[in-house]
């Protein structure tokens, strides 16, 4: 399958880009083509002005099932065991993963299915999640002797301590209800009503300034790794910054003169 198969692109009038995993065979597999595919899309999506929002979805009964371990096995056949080769794709999936967050646009993952391993980190590094009511979770590396110390990254950085070992210490399946529970996703919802649930949420975010998002998502990722004080001080510059901007003002004129706003996404 080529790159434009196994990842779907649509993108609808209102600005929202729809990505759509679609290698159903190999159970939506991150395999190299799979990776090379996300990072460009998230990458091409970030500088598109026509793209107000991404939803990450999938087809078959898998969302995303994590490496493709067949791929991965035939890496050792090289003469130093893999090493090199798993470095490169640990390396390109890790750089996917930081592509989501880095990327300018909000991120929906819109889960069915089952999302194991890296299939978890990659609804783990999206901004928001919502799973039909029947989708799973879990980091079962630990099943096979590979612990899912990437996957972790992700995982630990939506969910307390405790619960993320108990995913990657005892690789069980989480149901959805659970992983709202915990923050792995916002919701779950029926999954007949999943779809509709995710474009009511991706509408109402395309809705807002798109200059006004990518200031607030970034900074949420880069306050969160500082110390209080410190995600203080980056906080109020960006919010300096952010009230000089055109929208800013047009969004607080509108508020008070009780119309609505016209963005200009500056």
């Not at 794709?89 to 996917?96: D, T």
């Not at 980190?121 to 928001?128: F, G, K, T």
């Not at 612990?147 to 993320?164: D, E, W």
């Amino acid at each position: 399958m080529t790159q434009n198969d196994i990842l779907l692109r649509d993108l609808d009038d209102t600005g929202i880009l729809r990505l759509t995993l679609n290698d159903v065979g190999r159970r939506n597999a991150l395999s190299e083509a799979m990776l090379t595919a996300l990072g460009e899309a998230f990458a091409d999506a970030g500088t598109d002005r026509a793209v107000r929002v991404i939803v990450l979805a999938a087809n078959g009964p898998a969302f995303c099932a994590g490496h493709d371990l067949k791929e991965m096995t035939a890496g050792r056949a090289a003469k130093d065991g893999g090493r090199a080769y798993f470095g490169r794709v640990m390396a390109q999936c890790s750089g996917v993963m930081q592509g989501i967050v880095t990327c300018p646009k909000p991120v929906i993952a819109e889960v069915t299915g089952v999302a194991t391993a890296a299939g978890c980190q990659l609804v783990a590094s999206c901004d928001l999640a919502l799973a039909a009511d029947t989708a799973k979770f879990s980091t079962p590396g630990v099943h096979i002797g590979l612990f899912c110390s990437t996957p972790m990254v992700a995982l630990s950085r939506n969910v307390a301590n405790k619960h993320a070992m108990e995913m990657l210490m005892t690789g069980d399946m989480t149901p959805a209800d659970r992983a709202a529970e915990i923050g792995l996703i916002n919701r779950a919802v029926a999954a007949y009503n999943l779809r509709d649930a995710v474009m009511e949420m991706a509408g109402k975010i395309a809705s807002k300034s798109s200059m006004t998002l990518a200031t607030g998502k970034r900074a949420f990722y880069v306050q969160r790794e500082m110390p209080l004080p410190d995600a203080y001080a980056y906080a109020s510059h960006v919010m300096v910054d952010n009230m000089l901007a055109r929208d800013a003002e047009e969004g607080i004129g509108a508020f008070i003169e009780k119309r609505a706003p016209q963005w200009q996404d500056a």
